[in-house]
């Protein structure tokens, strides 16, 4: 703790703020702090310029730091953190000066983590927050394998690795080991690299590490099961048999010019083992990569595609390894091998590690092993095959042209031609097509049209754009108790539209309700009415209180947060907590201006009288109380000081009669003048008072005590400010900005305060029955329809119009040109912003035979476009995590099967339409390649554009006027021209 104290706010800010900007470096350690106590720091200081209205308000210093909310009960940090939601993180430097400024929570320490060096191949700094859990495994057989598990630091080294199993499982130093990475009982892989770190080696939360000690006789345990390995270094160990995922591409050892390599894994069965029909293989989940396993599945029921790449001399000799926006040809290439494999029919699973890693090297985001999304790895993919196979050696310079009131055939032929000129491939011939995006200016009517490829169509569902909110309803009856509430109110909505759901339910106006967000039994935030929705959490802790008056100007009634404590100490220090929060707060109704310490006391106990019990005018209740405490200070050797916690006789050396030196200083007003004697002073003749007395006579002159006592404390009731609360009768000195702590003695607590009832409430049927109106099935026609509606841009995605020379919220409407022969249609379950995730979890029926798009299509010449599902990317669950599975139909079969990771099983079509569907895959009846889309050389397209660029942000616009359908579509060929 700094010596009198942080400095002044000013000068906090500027330190901090500075520290703040400093970069990672490897190694150093940072510290993370919880984001509502940081936003109560930076309300402190005015560290940002639009919230400086309350710096330096003792009422708003955030006390000590206070992690709580990040942590569990056993201390250890919570899953599924989020920097700048749940934490920020601090340099040493800036930990060190907050930690002297404010101190921390007792009982807390800090969590501190340390930056590293993440990613495969692209080494990004950034502070590992969370550390890998893995499993420790001794080889032998299973009866009697020893396993634990660790956290370990994804930079640590496999040597680093050994030598902790090493001590874990007590192997000496001289004992040979090899360590494996053991995907499944029989997959393992040889971690035979010591100085690659456990990221570089592709390990990941919760995998297996299994240590093998050599026998005594020279031989290996595992040498008689198994006898070929993949190794760390991607190199392939030659054995007597091919192993499941079969040799390297060639049937070489897998090594391309490039340095990359592919190998093959110990799989513990021989060749022809597991065989399955073709394409019925599943893939091995390597952690976290369901959704690869689903994506790929999808696309490798895809025909067209498979057959070329099945097919070496067609794509060998499209590949196009020099293309600065490819991938050195390594995605073709691991793809071709994958597919392979998966349709030789010899395999009913296989380990995809060799795609992993090469996309993983190309597409940093998909390199680790965390959760990601389906349709984004599938746009990759698709963009990764297609400029690998791209059949433009050098990209002509093409200029764009405006469509100047031309024909839109005239605009569309140019458009696709000129896409042509510079993307040709199989890809192209496949899944692109063409949409016909239309702004037009609200002010001046201009007109603009553009025709850009695109690879899916991003489709919008009709959903009624709210949010269900768990609340707690705190009434003004004191004998009422709080109910919980499941309210329905708009997405966007504010928080007014809180308490407009709520009035409904309790007849109460909404002018009458106060919206906090309670957080470690105190307010953390008391909301305005016209604040927002998105800044409040599915996670937080929302209570609306019913207040008597209308607002909180009201010239009669004052509104005074009320904190509970319980008194542990008499705490010398202003920034050092000594006492506990507890139970619930509450926003207590008092006289404005008239109101004594007798009489907010008397106020107090009826508002809590459900829950504290108040003592008979005749009971003493505090003699017995207080004999058993001082026994147990003297046996703690602290004298009598806690007896005298809570001591409203004693504590009338407070309530001593004002002198002529404090006249002028209000009962309660906050002043930087001490108007009280020293602690030190008060307790030296307070224990000199006790020495003197006769105890049955002290008993009999105390009088009545009081249950607690009042203290001014800060928003967060971790500090006491200098006002002190007098019981002298006089009208204590209260304001907007004043908090009470109510400073319980801990045995008028343990005798009076019930926290059972305290904590009990009641559950509306909102909260007990599920009774939200079942909402009917989306039909996929619908999100067409949707898709093809004309909208205004928001005023935060607005238009610059060329004739008016200024940015405007235009219109923009999109129709379909040209459909490709296989058409992927991506259903935007998932919505993101700053403040909350959703998914949208409802049912979207799609037909799986003659989808008939031609309604949609504004194309005279266009033709037929019935199509018929080939496959479906399913997600179950929520955001964060969750699952992907697969649907698809086997070309071999004409059957549907399902594919989950490893498993893969029969299946029907009435069963592929489920709402858990993300992704689907159509393909047009017609069997020959469709005409092109307008009068040109090659037919429809678009590109996945899932660009590497965009592949991140599956729902980014790739339009040059600025909406986002056709998302990851190639479209920016002007620029691409400055790099080629």
Known sequence: MAEGGPPDCETQKSEIGNLLKLTLKKGETWYLVDIKWFKQWKKFVGYDSWDSCSVGDESTNPGPVDNSALLKENGQLKEHLVDDLDYTLFPAEAWNKLLSWYGIVEGQGPVSRCVIEDGMYLKQLKVEVYLYNVVLSRYGPQSKEQSLTRDVSRAATIAELEKMMRQEFSISEDKEVRLWNRYMSSTYEHLNKPDNTLQDAGLYQGQVIVIEEKNEDGTWPRQAKSTSSYNSTGSYERSS??????????????????????????????????????????????????????????????????????????????????????????????????????????????VPRNFKVAVGRFAPQFSGYQQQDSQELMAFLLDGLHEDMNRIRKKPYVELKDDDGRPDSMVAAEAWDNYRKRNDSIIVDIFHGLLKSTVQCPECSKISVTFDPFCYLSLPLPIKKERQMEVFWVPLAPKAKPVQFKLTVPKMGIVGDICKALSSFVGVPSEKMVVTDVYNHRFHRVFALEEGLNHILDRDDIFVYEVPVNTAEDPNTLIVPIYLREKRSSGKDAYVSSNQLFGQPLLLPVPKGTCSYEELYNLLLQRMSRYVKSPKPSEQWWVKLKKRQEQEDEKDDKGDMAGEVGDNASNNADEKEPSENDEHVVNGEVSSMDTNVSDDELETDRAAEKMGEDEEVEEEEEGPKRLFTFSQVNSYGSSELDGKLLDDGRPLKLTSKTYIALDWDPLAKEKFYIEKDAEDFEQHDTIRYRNVPKRQAIQLNDCLKIFTDAEKLSEHDPWYCPSCKRHQQATKKFDLWSLPNVLIIHLKRFSYNRYWRDKIDALVEFPTEGLDLRKYIINADHGRAVYDLIAVSNHYGGLGGGHYTAFAKNKEENEWHYFDDSSVSQSSEEAVVTKAAYVLVYQKREQKMPPPPVPAKTKSATVTTATASSAAEAETSCCTNGLESPDNAHCNDIEMDTST
């Open 241 to 350: 048999y091919t192993t499941r995922s079969g040799g390297g591409y060639g049937g070489g050892s897998g090594n391309y010019e490039s340095g990359y390599s592919y190998g093959s894994y110990d799989s513990g069965y021989s060749k022809g083992s597991g065989a399955a029909n073709p394409g019925l293989c599943g893939l091995a989940n390597l952690g976290n990569t369901c959704f690869m396993n689903s994506a790929l599945q999808c696309m490798s029921n895809v025909p067209q595609l498979t057959d070329h790449m099945m097919d070496d001399k067609k794509w060998e000799k499209e590949l196009n390894e020099d293309n600065p926006l490819g991938n050195k040809g390594e995605i073709a290439k691991s793809y071709a091998e994958l597919i392979k494999t998966m349709w030789s029919g010899r395999y009913s699973y296989t």
